[in-house]
């Protein structure tokens, strides 16, 4: 665990209002972190495909909305995870989407897990805890039921 460090998210989300409370969160978890935003699949993708040609760091955590404008999430998941270059980034579903083939499909293409979006600030922060021990810091912390 490296706490000292900067950690790179790419957070792929298109309401303005899940933004803000992700940025706040972090904040409020003090967590160092750069937070990269985009709000499409089709800039998530360009942005991981330009750090790439560029030899730019790639993020440490990836956390993906499903219901994306010009490329859905499920799509960029599979172009991350079948790249090479992006496999190995943990890639994080962060959706509203219940739907039981939603989350199959996420799992079947590599995604490191299917989270739903909660329902208040401090199941938020309860969650992304848990992520940032998990998949930052790599704590080996205990299943998160839901």
Not at 10 to 26: A, G, I, K, S
Not at 75 to 84: C, F
Request: net charge negative.
């Amino acid at each position: 665990m490296n706490k000292g460090k900067k950690y790179q998210i790419l957070l792929v989300e298109d309401n303005p209002d899940d933004v803000f409370l992700m940025q706040y969160t972090f904040q409020k978890l003090d967590v160092n972190v750069d937070i990269k935003i985009v709000n499409n699949g089709k800039s998530a993708l360009d942005y991981l495909n330009l750090s790439v040609k560029n030899k730019s760091v790639l993020p440490d955590l990836i956390i993906l909305d499903i219901n994306l404008p010009r490329l859905n999430g499920l799509e960029v998941l599979r172009s991350i995870k079948s790249n090479p270059d992006t496999m190995a980034i943990s890639t994080i579903i962060f959706t509203s989407s219940n739907l039981s083939n939603d989350m199959d499909y996420s799992y079947g293409n590599g995604a490191d897990l299917y989270l739903l979006k909660p329902n208040n600030i401090e199941e938020l922060k309860e969650t992304m805890k848990y992520v940032v021990d998990g998949y930052l810091y790599r704590i080996n912390v205990p299943a998160l039921v839901k």
